[in-house]
Nanobody, 117 residues
Framework: QALLVESGGGLVQPGGSLRLSCAAS??????????MGWYRQAPGKQRELVAA???????NYADSVKGRFTISRDNTKNTVYLQMNSLKPDDTAVYYC?????????WGRGTQVTVSS
Protein backbone atom coordinates (compact mmCIF):
# COMPACT_ATOMS: atom_id res chain seq x y z
CA GLN A 1 0.00 0.00 0.00
CA ALA A 2 1.38 3.38 -1.05
CA LEU A 3 2.01 5.70 1.88
CA LEU A 4 1.79 8.87 -0.19
CA VAL A 5 -0.29 9.21 -3.34
CA GLU A 6 0.09 12.19 -5.63
CA SER A 7 -2.60 13.37 -8.03
CA GLY A 8 -3.47 16.37 -10.16
CA GLY A 9 -0.73 16.23 -12.75
CA GLY A 10 -1.35 16.48 -16.46
CA LEU A 11 -0.77 18.46 -19.62
CA VAL A 12 -1.21 22.22 -19.44
CA GLN A 13 -0.37 25.12 -21.73
CA PRO A 14 2.24 27.71 -20.75
CA GLY A 15 0.69 30.24 -18.41
CA GLY A 16 -1.81 27.74 -17.11
CA SER A 17 -2.36 26.35 -13.63
CA LEU A 18 -2.48 22.99 -11.91
CA ARG A 19 -3.09 21.92 -8.34
CA LEU A 20 -1.26 18.86 -7.11
CA SER A 21 -2.45 16.89 -4.11
CA CYS A 22 -0.61 14.40 -1.96
CA ALA A 23 -2.71 12.21 0.28
CA ALA A 24 -1.12 10.16 3.04
CA SER A 25 -2.48 6.78 4.09
CA UNK A 26 -4.26 7.67 7.30
CA UNK A 27 -4.17 4.13 8.63
CA UNK A 28 -0.36 4.14 8.44
CA UNK A 29 0.72 7.60 9.52
CA UNK A 30 -0.45 11.17 9.83
CA UNK A 31 1.38 14.11 8.39
CA UNK A 32 0.91 16.57 11.25
CA UNK A 33 4.43 16.04 12.71
CA UNK A 34 6.21 15.86 9.35
CA UNK A 35 7.76 18.46 7.11
CA MET A 36 6.04 17.97 3.79
CA GLY A 37 7.76 18.72 0.54
CA TRP A 38 7.28 18.66 -3.19
CA TYR A 39 10.23 17.70 -5.35
CA ARG A 40 10.54 17.37 -9.10
CA GLN A 41 12.77 15.58 -11.52
CA ALA A 42 13.03 16.46 -15.18
CA PRO A 43 14.56 14.06 -17.73
CA GLY A 44 18.33 14.00 -17.41
CA LYS A 45 18.32 16.17 -14.30
CA GLN A 46 18.65 15.56 -10.58
CA ARG A 47 15.65 15.63 -8.30
CA GLU A 48 15.25 19.09 -6.79
CA LEU A 49 13.22 20.59 -3.99
CA VAL A 50 10.35 22.73 -5.23
CA ALA A 51 8.62 23.69 -2.00
CA ALA A 52 8.35 22.56 1.61
CA UNK A 53 6.14 23.29 4.58
CA UNK A 54 7.02 22.47 8.17
CA UNK A 55 4.66 21.11 10.79
CA UNK A 56 4.39 24.66 12.10
CA UNK A 57 3.42 26.04 8.71
CA UNK A 58 6.69 27.70 7.67
CA UNK A 59 7.34 27.48 3.96
CA ASN A 60 10.28 27.71 1.60
CA TYR A 61 10.46 27.63 -2.16
CA ALA A 62 12.99 27.13 -4.91
CA ASP A 63 13.91 30.48 -6.45
CA SER A 64 12.56 29.31 -9.79
CA VAL A 65 9.00 28.95 -8.47
CA LYS A 66 8.76 31.79 -5.94
CA GLY A 67 5.69 33.90 -6.58
CA ARG A 68 4.13 31.24 -8.82
CA PHE A 69 3.74 28.14 -6.62
CA THR A 70 2.10 27.84 -3.23
CA ILE A 71 2.40 24.88 -0.88
CA SER A 72 -0.23 24.25 1.77
CA ARG A 73 -1.29 21.49 4.09
CA ASP A 74 -4.54 20.28 5.63
CA ASN A 75 -3.69 18.03 8.54
CA THR A 76 -7.36 17.16 9.04
CA LYS A 77 -7.37 15.62 5.57
CA ASN A 78 -3.85 14.24 5.86
CA THR A 79 -3.09 16.02 2.59
CA VAL A 80 -0.61 18.52 1.20
CA TYR A 81 -1.16 20.63 -1.89
CA LEU A 82 0.92 22.46 -4.45
CA GLN A 83 -0.86 25.21 -6.35
CA MET A 84 1.10 25.97 -9.51
CA ASN A 85 0.31 29.10 -11.49
CA SER A 86 1.93 30.75 -14.51
CA LEU A 87 3.42 27.44 -15.52
CA LYS A 88 6.39 27.38 -17.85
CA PRO A 89 7.81 24.64 -20.08
CA ASP A 90 10.76 24.42 -17.65
CA ASP A 91 8.31 23.24 -14.98
CA THR A 92 7.84 20.01 -16.92
CA ALA A 93 8.87 17.13 -14.66
CA VAL A 94 7.67 14.30 -12.49
CA TYR A 95 6.58 15.80 -9.18
CA TYR A 96 7.10 13.79 -6.02
CA CYS A 97 5.66 14.25 -2.56
CA UNK A 98 7.85 13.74 0.51
CA UNK A 99 7.07 13.42 4.19
CA UNK A 100 10.04 13.91 6.48
CA UNK A 101 10.90 13.97 10.13
CA UNK A 102 14.02 12.95 12.02
CA UNK A 103 13.03 9.28 12.23
CA UNK A 104 11.13 8.83 8.98
CA UNK A 105 11.25 9.71 5.31
CA UNK A 106 8.50 8.73 2.88
CA TRP A 107 8.12 9.26 -0.86
CA GLY A 108 5.24 9.05 -3.26
CA ARG A 109 5.51 7.54 -6.72
CA GLY A 110 5.16 10.84 -8.52
CA THR A 111 2.81 12.56 -10.93
CA GLN A 112 3.76 13.86 -14.36
CA VAL A 113 3.38 17.55 -15.14
CA THR A 114 3.88 18.60 -18.74
CA VAL A 115 3.78 22.23 -19.79
CA SER A 116 3.54 22.54 -23.54
CA SER A 117 1.59 24.31 -26.24
Amino acid sequence: QALLVESGGGLVQPGGSLRLSCAASTNIFTIYSHTMGWYRQAPGKQRELVAAITSGGSTNYADSVKGRFTISRDNTKNTVYLQMNSLKPDDTAVYYCNAHRIDADYWGRGTQVTVSS
